[in-house]
């Protein structure tokens, strides 16, 4: 074609898309409706990513750098933009891990003179007071953790790290700035008051402020030098270390001069790291800077970005695939709709390339006003919604990013879409008969055989290339491009699918009947509305299944502390060297135990005052070998459950010590986990788990969930129990004693001791073994710790936490209250539902809209069932089933098509795990692939369902009648 043909058939396709207003509106949603997702998923993406002048502002405020101490006087090497886990201390695991002399010398000196010599002349410092660590401060209910930080806000160089939201900056002595998320848990507001425990001075609070980074940040901000004040003498009166100053600070340099490399590196000699903000905005070449030619890039961080990049294009392959197929029913239809017009081109001597030519022509003109309207609506949403994304990922955007190249990029891809979507039905136009198409008659052939065949070929292709492709470490787009490929393969069977249903039909009602032998009758029409629908559930079924295959290995690595909603009440033993007074005939030892067990009852009463209903109690304390209370003749040591060698899984014998490991070949780690049940791990036990513990029945039950009377008698009766049955060999367990500084290998003393013992199962094991009070008595063992647990019938709430661990503050430090919450989805069951409704909405309105073409197309034959005497609510009931239909079929075949990227994406995502086996078993570092069966059953069987309500509901039940040809 030439291009004046070009323009007549751009002419008449702008005509026809004029004339048919409704059908027209129906294509271009088709079109805009991926679209809108895909610009509104750029604008996000765009404005999310920080500009080096944004990320500079967030850190420093309006400073120049910020300086962090390390270690300060010792050499160290950064990256330009510092990271403590890449910073490099050359004399501490560098290759000489031997402080030189002079640093040596310089680590002597004060820190305000290191600073001074490792800085500019003329830099201006600030400090800031920003401790990794949490305090306990008051609420309106009670205490709650806060992070204590201390910086000058009203000082021009603060300005940007935080946002003022309400009041006014601290200008006085023991005012302070909270954060909005403080202030939400907290119940506080501006014009409150709060008071850190331990302390007795009053907090003021005279502004909300919020982190642009960090909006569920729980922190007080107050003036230099008046928080860590208050902190470090709580801390000095309960005899603990207080910490130090400030170790951070902003610099600023005097004439608007750069804090440039070279000074980076300057301040680096002398244990600083410092992030520039003219070197993030222009980082230095890799090879002037030194970190990255002592330390090379690892192979971990190559894999990660991998996975990274391998996830992306995936993501973005089934996206564009799922435009296509989104728009290939409105395409398909709206020629149908137009053979007649597409005959009269041919009758008046045009050839099959006009034809051609004048659906392309609808394609360009429908496909770009649809992403034209697409990108606009996306841009809108994002600006609209800009409040609640900001929210829900708790961090501001930098900008508002409307990039000019992607939304381009986005359009060009609508129209490509469209064009690509078009360019079947196109061809299908073209070969159509001219009298069949003037007389009105359908000239429908059945598919080929070779068809299906192929398509199935295809699809199973295309699923190896995927699974296999994600095992390739340097070809990320495979994984993608299987894909598609098994996708497209699923797409050219759905003919003979649409096909089989009409095979179906004969035993069903007169409604569901008509509509699946219309559907087999019109597969060009049936069979591309079932790919939309395929391509909607295909990608919400990968999403869905990817997410809770993530969630699913983040549960199981949750370790639980003690059963949901148990209460735990940790209080801290008074030392025998604490002790001042010792009455005649008794020993500091004595007078320190019976004062921990006052307190310790105390604290419970305290407890179970503050929190009603928190049902029976149990006590437990940590046991150790030795009293180690400085009395004539005691020694300190330690016990542990000594595993029998036979009992371990084979590899582990050769680890290096208790808690050491042995890496493993991922094929020997399978035949082990399948043959030996040794080497089976059981549920991951906390890192603080308690090795050895008395207690009695409630602790079995309240901190180990253990509810079994035989083990209950066992242990009234001073048998161990045991929470892993391989510790226990006929019938006893091992102990291990060591009594330190005595005689022996490493100067410490090695004993073995035997108890009688039973093995049972913890729900949660936070303990390895359990013993009566009694028994550890009579077995030598010494118990320390006061501890104690409830398990009531609901969790507490937070106000009732915060209650609690106010009165137990009160006491006095050294105690600590906490709940057990479980485990916490990071995806949540609100984002499952949120995925399944939004890939309900997409295949919804794609069956819908073709729903409504075909309805449109079926017109003469409504008519005719309403000559011949059909009820007026035929109608209702045949778009009913036939938008059920299509959304039934598509359903299943987008479940199938669905699996495909989200089991490629999870053998990504357990690319360079190493299965390894310690004393707890074998590890795979790995995580299947977890199906979201509730999720899937309402896509695939209460979409058709929902379909069928919504088609019927929307459908006029009245038939106008209208002249039949031929």
């Not at 050294?814 to 295949?843: F, P, W």
Request: aromatic share 4%.
């Amino acid at each position: 074609m030439n291009l004046s043909a070009w323009r007549a058939a751009l002419r008449i396709a702008r005509r026809d898309a004029l004339r048919a207003k409704g059908r027209s509106a129906l294509i271009i949603a088709m079109i805009a409706l991926p679209v809108v997702g895909v610009t509104a998923a750029d604008v996000v993406a765009r404005s999310s990513v920080l500009t080096p002048q944004e990320s500079a502002t967030r850190l420093m405020g309006g400073a120049d750098a910020y300086l962090s101490t390390v270690r300060a006087g010792w050499r160290l090497e950064q990256a330009p933009d510092p990271d403590p886990a890449t910073t490099l201390v050359l004399s501490q695991n560098g290759p000489k891990p031997v402080p030189t002399e002079e640093e040596t010398a310089r680590s002597a000196r004060p820190l305000g003179q290191l600073l001074k010599e490792a800085l500019p002349a003329g830099a201006r410092l600030l400090p800031v007071e920003s401790p990794a660590g949490y305090a306990l401060t008051s609420t309106t209910a009670g205490q709650a953790r806060v992070q204590a930080w201390s910086l000058d806000l009203a000082d021009p160089l603060a300005r940007g790290i935080t946002t003022l939201r309400e009041g006014s900056w601290p200008d006085a002595p023991y005012e302070v700035a909270a954060t909005t998320g403080f202030l939400a848990g907290s119940g506080l507001s501006v014009g409150g008051s709060t008071t850190l425990a331990g302390t007795h001075q009053t907090l003021r609070i005279t502004a909300a402020v919020e982190y642009p980074g960090d909006l569920k940040a729980e922190r007080l901000v107050g003036r230099p030098g008046e928080l860590g004040a208050l902190l470090a003498a709580a801390e000095d009166r309960t005899g603990q270390t207080p910490a130090d100053g400030p170790s951070d600070f902003l610099v600023s340099l005097p004439g608007g001069a750069a804090f440039g490399w070279e000074d980076v590196q300057r301040a680096n000699a002398y244990g600083f790291t410092v992030a520039s903000r003219a070197v993030l905005a222009d980082p230095p070449p890799d090879n002037a800077v030194p970190l990255y030619r002592d330390t090379p890039l690892s192979g971990a961080a190559a894999t990660e970005a991998l996975k990274s990049s391998t996830i992306a294009v995936t993501v973005v392959g089934m996206a564009l695939l799922e435009v296509v197929l989104l728009a290939g029913p409105a395409f398909a239809v709206g020629a149908r709709r137009s053979r007649r017009q597409l005959a009269l081109v041919a009758a008046g001597g045009g050839d099959r390339s006009h034809i051609r030519g004048v659906v392309l022509g609808g394609a360009v003109v429908l496909a770009g006003t649809g992403a034209l309207a697409g990108t606009v609506l996306g841009c809108l949403t994002v600006a609209l919604g800009r409040p609640w994304l900001e929210a829900r990922s708790g961090a501001r955007f930098g900008h508002f990013a409307l990039e000019p190249a992607d939304l381009l990029g986005v359009l060009a891809i609508g129209v490509v879409t469209g064009l690509l979507a078009a360019i079947v039905p196109a061809v299908q136009a073209g070969r159509q008969p001219v009298t069949a198409a003037l007389t009105g008659r359908a000239a429908t052939r059945p598919p080929a055989i070779w068809i299906p065949v192929a398509g199935v070929l295809v699809a199973g292709a295309g699923t190896c290339l995927a699974l296999f492709g994600a095992l390739e470490g340097s070809r990320t787009r495979v994984v993608m491009l299987g894909s598609v490929i098994a996708e497209l393969g699923l797409v050219a069977c759905t003919p003979w699918f649409v096909g089989l249903l009409g095979r179906v039909a004969r035993a069903l009602p007169l409604g569901p009947r008509l509509a699946l032998r219309d559907a087999a009758r019109n597969r060009g029409r049936s069979a591309p509305a079932v790919a939309a629908v395929m391509a909607a559930v295909a990608g919400a079924v990968a999403v869905l299944t990817f997410q809770s295959s993530s969630d699913a290995a983040d549960r199981a690595d949750y370790a639980a502390a003690a059963p949901n909603g148990a209460v735990v009440l940790r209080t801290q033993q008074v030392s025998p060297a604490s002790v001042t007074a010792v009455a005649p005939g008794s020993s500091a030892a004595s007078v320190a135990a019976a004062a921990s067990g006052k307190a310790a009852a105390d604290l419970r009463r305290t407890v179970e005052q503050a929190i009603p209903g928190l049902g029976e109690r149990g006590d437990l304390r940590n046991l150790t070998y030795g009293a180690c209370d400085g009395r004539p003749g005691s020694f300190c040591g330690t016990v542990r459950l000594d595993m029998p060698a036979e009992n371990l899984c084979p590899p582990a014998a050769g680890a290096a010590g208790p808690g050491g490991s042995v890496r493993l070949d991922e094929a020997q780690a399978r035949r082990l986990l399948a043959e030996d049940p040794r080497c089976r791990q059981s549920a991951p036990a906390p890192q603080d788990v308690r090795e050895l513990i008395t207690g009695d029945a409630n602790v079995l039950r309240n901190l180990l969930g253990v509810d079994d009377p035989a083990a209950q008698q066992a242990l009234a009766a001073g048998k161990v129990v045991v929470l892993d049955p391989r510790y226990v060999k006929d019938g006893a367990v091992p102990l291990q004693l060591t009594r330190y500084g005595a005689e022996g290998p490493g100067g410490n003393q090695l004993s073995t001791a035997s108890l009688p013992a039973v093995a049972v199962r913890a729900k949660t094991p936070a303990a390895r073994a359990v013993l009566s009070p009694a028994a550890a008595e009579a077995a030598g063992l010494t118990p320390t710790t006061y501890e104690s647990v409830w398990l009531p019938a609901h969790a507490p709430g937070a106000a009732d936490e915060q209650r609690a661990t106010a009165a137990v503050t009160a006491h006095g430090p050294g105690a600590k209250l906490s709940v057990e919450r479980g485990y916490a989805s990071t995806y949540g069951d609100a984002t499952m539902l949120g995925l399944a409704i939004a890939a309900s909405a997409v295949a919804i309105a794609a069956a819908g809209i073709a729903t409504g073409l075909a309805a449109a197309d079926s017109r003469g034959d409504l008519a005719t069932l309403a000559a011949v005497g059909a009820g007026p609510g035929i109608r209702r009931r045949l778009s009913g089933f036939q938008c059920a239909a299509v959304a039934a079929l598509g359903a299943v075949l987008g479940a199938l098509a669905g699996f495909v990227p989200a089991a490629a994406v999870q053998r990504v995502e357990n690319l360079g795990a190493v299965p390894r086996v310690d004393a707890a078993g074998i590890s795979l570092g790995t995580h299947p692939l977890v199906v979201p069966w509730p999720y899937l059953a309402a896509l695939v069987a209460g979409l058709p369902l929902l379909a069928w309500l919504v088609a019927a509901g929307l459908t006029r039940s009245r038939v106008a009648l209208t002249r039949r040809t031929g």
